[in-house]
């Protein structure tokens, strides 16, 4: 079966760095597009970070050059390094994949196939 688990969360101060990792099985990176979202309690969910099937990126302005998404095929992980932290990235963290094309937009979410379940950052003031 398809299943993608998040690891790497924690609690930073503002200023500090965290990578999370999603680690894929069932599916090949190269076939889909693979996406960091968040959400914030009272908050809709949120796309940061996406990296479509031909590797393309493109990020949300809140993290623009904060955040870097990557992907290493061989280990079949995606990963997000997120500098210069900020109190406004504290939520839930999950990735997410669709085959071929990206989706983005506020309803976005609802197009994706496959979610990990989640890892916690939480960045102090």
């Known amino acids: 079966q398809v299943q993608l688990v998040e690891s790497g969360g924690g609690s930073v101060q503002a200023g500090g760095s965290l990578r999370l990792s999603c680690a894929a099985s069932?599916?090949?990176?190269?076939?889909?597009?693979m996406v960091w979202f968040r959400q914030s309690p009272g908050k809709e969910r949120e796309g940061v970070a996406f990296i479509d099937s031909y590797g393309s990126i493109t990020y949300a302005d809140s993290v623009k050059g904060r955040f870097t998404i990557s992907r290493d095929n061989a280990k079949n992980t995606l990963y997000l390094q997120m500098s210069s932290l900020k109190p406004e990235d504290t939520a839930m963290y999950y990735c997410?994949?669709?085959?071929?094309?990206?989706?983005?937009?506020?309803?976005?979410?609802?197009?994706?196939?496959?979610w990990g379940q989640g890892t916690q950052v939480t960045v102090s003031s």
């Open positions: 997410a994949a669709k085959p071929y094309g990206c989706s983005s937009g506020s309803n976005a979410w609802r197009f994706y196939n496959f």
């Open positions: 069932g599916i090949t990176y190269f076939s889909y597009c």
